[in-house]
DNA sequence: GCCTATAACGAACGTTCGTACTAATATGTA
DNA sequence: TACATATTAGTACGAACGTTCGTTATAGGC
């Protein structure tokens, strides 16, 4: 009862390790079970199926997400501080690569499941509406904290930073650009600064 | 002489509507054979090896790129009119399912082999540093024309401008939004007032 | 209409895929 | 210590993978 959630997380962060390299469709059975020291059959009997795993997977990479971004974001002071470092924490969760040796397996399943239905496709969805949602909130927090001003379009300023943030992560690991984090917050000053209210 | 380079190019055309929905990486021989009512060798002696089939479906892609997005905005005037027709292409080409019936190929692949070296990432990078050369060099002729102040700093603008581009292929293709593209819209004029010289 | 280069085929290679069984072992408890 | 159960290993499966082979069909130039 104890020692299979243990082996559990083990295989699951294993997983979520190797989806980050090739993918959470080019994740195979056998080669995270080779990885691990595991028979086949072994780890296959924690999960029903592939898709299972699959899922298991992407659901232990939200939950990272959400306890190394957005939890510590929360305990700063409504409004731009806390938009700041949800911000800053989202950056640095693209440049870490202790958990994600091929990149935040989450934008990677975003491009490769916007056209393949099923189960990890709707978990992931589910995910980034709430993912958005969230900093959307947090935006709408920073206008009635007078930080920002009334007219700000929320939407449109979360649709802009989620680019920045996408943006970034491109040109981090495809193109090696060492200057992306840097642009990434200068670009974030620039939208504060455009939405900024007079008073503050 | 002839016919080997028609088929080749059905294939090739197949082949980068297949990627975009499953991934260069996920495209499999056997199932391409089967759409174009091939048999496996036949079409497998079109190409030396699986890479070389990958290779040459993105260099199709990149090239359709080039022909829908690129030249056309070549014909506009230098400066915001090029700038602004870029864009607008380029929004086109991602709203567009014929050619990609699973979104972008470029973009799905970016994130595909930002960690899997080989030729098809090599190529991949030698494209995307090309396009953005070629978007810093369209803003740089904007700033030249007096469109947007001297100051502008043109790798910034591309940065955050590709950053709408990816931002505005997730919320279209993932979460379905179809407000997406009036985002993106919004963004780039957004972007352009605030680089605009005071004279214009 | 022939002749040769090209193009496509069908079969088979060894490997790996996901999954289904059963057998053995480790674990927690009485 | 012994039992019951949860956890792993082992084996096998059909299918699909990329690739190679030898052969057949077909195309274009004389």
Same mark, same amino acid.
């Not at 979520?16 to 691990?36: K, M, T």
């Not at 001003?149 to 491109?170: K, Y």
């Given at each position: 009862m104890r020692k299979g959630e243990h +082996?559990? +997380?083990?295989?699951?962060?294993?997983? $979520?390790?190797?989806a980050s390299q090739v993918g959470l469709e080019g994740l195979s059975i056998g080669s995270l079970a080779s990885r691990?020291?595991?028979?086949?059959?072994?780890?296959?009997?924690?999960?029903?199926?592939?898709e299972d795993l699959q899922v298991s997977a992407l659901r232990q990479a939200q939950s990272l997400f959400q306890?190394? $971004?957005?939890?510590? /974001?929360?305990?700063?002071?409504?409004?731009?501080?806390?938009?700041r470092a949800l911000f800053s924490n989202w950056l640095a969760w693209i440049e870490r690569s202790d958990d994600f040796p091929g990149g935040c397996l989450i934008l990677a399943a975003c $491009?490769?499941?916007d056209d393949r239905p099923g189960a990890v496709r709707n978990l992931l969805v589910a995910g980034q509406r709430e993912l958005r949602g969230a900093v959307v909130k947090a935006i709408r927090l920073a206008i009635e904290e007078g930080h920002l001003a009334a007219g +700000?379009? /929320?939407?449109?300023?979360?649709?802009?930073l989620f680019g920045v943030v996408l943006a970034t992560h491109h040109d981090r690991r495809l193109l090696g650009?060492?200057?992306?984090l840097g642009r990434a917050r200068d670009a974030l000053e620039r939208l504060i600064d455009a939405h900024r209210t007079t008073a503050a």
């Amino acid at each position: 009862m104890r020692k299979g959630e243990h +082996t559990r +997380t083990l295989i699951l962060n294993e997983a $979520v390790a190797l989806a980050s390299q090739v993918g959470l469709e080019g994740l195979s059975i056998g080669s995270l079970a080779s990885r691990l020291d595991l028979s086949k059959s072994g780890l296959f009997a924690h999960f029903g199926s592939k898709e299972d795993l699959q899922v298991s997977a992407l659901r232990q990479a939200q939950s990272l997400f959400q306890q190394r $971004v957005f939890a510590p /974001a929360l305990k700063e002071a409504r409004g731009l501080p806390r938009l700041r470092a949800l911000f800053s924490n989202w950056l640095a969760w693209i440049e870490r690569s202790d958990d994600f040796p091929g990149g935040c397996l989450i934008l990677a399943a975003c $491009v490769e499941y916007d056209d393949r239905p099923g189960a990890v496709r709707n978990l992931l969805v589910a995910g980034q509406r709430e993912l958005r949602g969230a900093v959307v909130k947090a935006i709408r927090l920073a206008i009635e904290e007078g930080h920002l001003a009334a007219g +700000t379009d /929320a939407w449109q300023l979360g649709f802009e930073l989620f680019g920045v943030v996408l943006a970034t992560h491109h040109d981090r690991r495809l193109l090696g650009d060492p200057r992306s984090l840097g642009r990434a917050r200068d670009a974030l000053e620039r939208l504060i600064d455009a939405h900024r209210t007079t008073a503050a």
